[in-house]
């Protein structure tokens, strides 16, 4: 069986042969991966399909498997968030998506690598060890979501759910080559997916093409009452997939260009916006003047929100304990042991933000930068359809090159994380190569105007072959 097929694919597979079959020729492809994409694979993904062969394939994406981030909920399977502090964790119940992949028949294949609670751009802060680039196995594949961007690329999925706070589901679709999604603010459910940065992150899928991941967005997207910052509003996502961008307005912030940004990425970006001129579209330098304060609102607001999520974790409910003399000392003991560097950094740091006499000096002062970004953006698509920047700055870095390294890390996201201060959506595809190495798009809209950026992917995606190319590391 090809490694690499489009959902389409696999469903004409399943009705060609079974649904067992197909999943069971995927756990092969990953027991034989050089990756270390999954932290954990389903022992009952092979009974689930046997199951869905049964009932006679019903449902949008009956017997197609998936994998799925390691810190949205999965009964039966661990839920550790790449932590040794939830080792062992096993939630009693599914996060909202997993429920609606289980009602649309999805097989779910396994739970992938990803940095340490989602705090981290290349899948090295992960307790289970870093996750190898397809491209080049020397190389990370970004993060926070780098398993399952990885596993993706790899052909050991046909798809895969992430989550994205500052970036982490578009990094690792630029670096890895894939196509990565960060719907708006509030179209996808939260319930059941581990607070990292509740006011910042949100659910997204990656996928081989665009159409894939309209697709699943089809299926995950949609009103939850158990999720309070869910929107009741309901959008046909394939019904946008037309091959037309004629007549749309392209805005280009000068902000996202800055100094640091690869000459090669920059390249293949314009190449990319002169390519929409040709099919119709025009475009047109709009400037956003608070971006460049973005990154510092992102990291004091994200690490502050962190700290107080991750009190919760202490040794005494669920996870992984140390010993200790006395309540305290266990706590403190199970903390020091069960959390990693770069947790405790950010733990520290949000904490310090939030304490008394700095409170109103960086967390309030992040806020009101926050509220300066996203009328940067409301000013922006007032005049403009879509804006278009670079993904990252820069093609896959290698292993450890910049994990002693915080604030070079952190600076990494430096063009992800305004998308997530102002809560609109943002779309990753694959538009250029560098040594090898794939180079990212991003193509960013307004509130729940993914029709509109999914259209101008998709437009892109039909008109170029970038998306077609595979990584030779495991091919």
């Not at 990756?35 to 006679?56: C, F, H, P, T």
């Not at 910042?200 to 093409?209: D, I, T």
């Not at 922006?380 to 879509?386: G, P, T, W």
């Amino acid at each position: 069986m090809a490694k690499w097929m489009s959902v389409a694919q696999v469903k004409e597979k399943i009705r060609e042969s079974s649904a067992e079959e197909v999943t069971a020729s995927y756990l092969e492809v990953i027991e034989k991966s050089k990756i270390n994409g999954y932290v954990a694979v389903s022992e009952k993904a092979v009974e689930q399909a046997r199951e869905i062969d049964a009932k006679g394939h019903e449902g949008p994406l009956a017997g197609v498997p998936i994998a799925i981030k390691d810190n949205i909920s999965v009964v039966g399977m661990q839920n550790s968030c790449g932590s040794k502090i939830l080792e062992g964790y096993v939630p009693p119940f599914n996060a909202h998506v997993i429920e609606k992949l289980q009602e649309a028949g999805a097989v779910i294949l396994g739970k992938t690598n990803m940095d340490e609670f989602a705090m981290g751009s290349s899948t090295e802060t992960s307790y289970y060890g870093p996750t190898a680039n397809p491209w080049d196995l020397e190389r990370v594949p970004g993060g926070s979501s780098g398993g399952s961007a990885a596993v993706v690329a790899a052909g050991e999925a046909p798809f895969a759910l992430g989550s994205d706070t500052g970036g982490s589901v578009r990094c690792p679709a630029a670096f890895c080559g894939v196509v990565g999604l960060k719907p708006t603010y509030g179209a996808v459910s939260r319930y059941g997916v581990v607070a990292y940065a509740n006011s910042l992150e949100q659910v997204g899928p990656l996928a081989n093409n665009v159409t894939d991941i309209a697709v699943l967005m089809d299926v995950i997207g949609g009103y939850d009452r158990r999720d309070s910052t869910s929107i009741d509003r309901k959008t046909a996502y394939q019904e946008a997939l037309v091959d037309d961008v004629k007549g749309l307005k392209i805005g280009v912030p000068k902000e996202f260009f800055g100094e640091g940004i690869h000459q090669d990425v920059e390249k293949a970006v314009w190449d990319s916006i002169h390519r929409y001129e040709e099919l119709g579209a025009s475009w047109e330098e709009v400037s956003m003047p608070n971006i460049k304060y973005a990154l510092a609102s992102y990291y004091i607001i994200a690490m502050s929100e962190a700290s107080s999520n991750l009190a919760r974790f202490d040794g005494t409910r669920y996870g992984f304990r140390d010993r200790g003399e006395n309540w305290h000392s266990m706590v403190s003991a199970t903390r020091a042991e069960g959390f990693g560097t770069e947790v405790k950094r950010r733990i520290l740091l949000g904490t310090y933000a939030l304490s008394a006499g700095y409170h109103d000096k960086y967390y309030l002062k992040a806020l009101k930068v926050r509220t300066l970004v996203k009328q940067d953006f409301d000013r922006a698509l007032s005049k403009v359809d879509v804006l278009m920047a670079p993904t990252m700055p820069n093609p896959a870095f290698k292993k450890g090159e910049k994990i002693e390294d915080p604030l070079t890390l952190y600076l990494s996201d430096v063009n992800t994380c305004p998308i997530n201060l102002a809560g609109v959506p943002s779309i990753s595809v694959p538009c250029g190569f560098t040594d090898g190495l794939p180079i990212g798009l991003q193509i960013m809209g307004k509130p729940f105007d993914e029709p509109t950026v999914l259209r101008t992917a998709y437009t892109f995606e039909q008109n170029t072959d970038y998306h077609t190319k595979r990584p030779p590391e495991v091919a």
